[in-house]
């Protein structure tokens, strides 16, 4: 661990953002990591914008994603988790960011500015 903030209600600052209240927690801890490195991030904090802002700073970006913090969902066709089998995936790609979904018992949806399905682009 490098650096963390303790979450104290609304009173606490991480900074200005207009990317929302988990991107700026992101961003604001990420201050203290040398370029190139790799932050990993729950569904909490991840968004697309976050991920293209990592990538602005020279950051690699990962973490899971809700289904809802994806812009263009609607033009973004993920197979129905039904019509996926166990350990099936399937890859959006829009540079820099790379979705995503992956089947397990249920499904699992990735944001990332530096891996994807096969080759990490690191």
């Not at 990420?30 to 602005?56: N, Q, W």
Request: charge should be positive; charged fraction near 25%.
């Amino acid at each position: 661990m490098l650096d963390f903030a303790i979450y104290e209600g609304a009173k606490t600052m991480f900074g200005e953002s207009n990317l929302g209240l988990g991107p700026s927690v992101i961003l604001s801890l990420a201050k203290s990591i040398p370029p190139g490195s790799c932050v990993y991030h729950d569904r909490y904090f991840t968004t697309v914008p976050l991920i293209e802002e990592m990538e602005k700073l020279n950051l690699h970006s990962k973490g899971t994603i809700m289904q809802n913090r994806i812009p263009d969902r609607a033009t973004i066709k993920f197979k129905k988790d039904s019509a996926m089998r166990r350990g099936e995936c399937q890859q959006f790609v829009c540079e820099p960011t790379v979705l995503v979904k992956w089947k397990d018992n249920k499904s699992v949806l990735l944001a990332s500015n530096c891996t994807g399905l096969v080759t990490p682009r690191l």
